[in-house]
């Protein structure tokens, strides 16, 4: 009768440190996927602030003004327009990261010439 009692106490340590393995192990994968979660919303964050700071200054253009982002690269695209504007594809290059728009804006905005 002894013996049985301690087989079952055998293996019902052995559940438990089964049990236990499997629950840390369940927990190290959760805890890395909510790290992940965590890294790709800061980058979409920083995504949407990119491209935020890019509209601002698209709209700053078609307004006829000038942008305030030091950061910002204009380059007029060949096409038809209305009398007095352009197309132009502005990029916004922050961090290793790019956010590209396309609009119509002044000509003056993008230097006044012609194309």
């Known amino acids: 009768m002894e013996a049985?009692?301690?087989n079952r106490r055998a293996f019902i340590m052995i559940d438990f440190i089964i049990g236990f393995a499997l629950l840390a192990f369940l927990g190290m994968l959760f805890t890395i996927a909510l790290a992940k979660m965590h890294r790709n919303s800061d980058r979409l964050a920083e995504d949407r602030a990119l491209y935020r700071d890019a509209e601002s200054a698209m709209?700053?253009?078609?307004?006829?003004?000038?942008?305030?982002?030091?950061?910002?690269?204009?380059?007029?695209?060949?096409?038809?327009?209305?009398?007095?504007?352009?197309?132009?594809?502005?990029?916004?290059?922050?961090?290793?990261?790019?956010?590209?728009?396309?609009?119509?804006?002044?000509?003056?905005?993008i230097g006044g010439n012609t194309p």
């Open 59 to 109: 709209l700053d253009l078609q307004i006829g003004g000038a942008t305030k982002a030091s950061d910002i690269k204009i380059s007029r695209i060949e096409g038809q327009a209305p009398a007095g504007k352009a197309w132009a594809e502005l990029t916004l290059a922050r961090q290793g990261r790019e956010a590209t728009l396309v609009g119509l804006v002044p000509q003056s905005a």
């Open 4 to 6: 049985i009692l301690r």
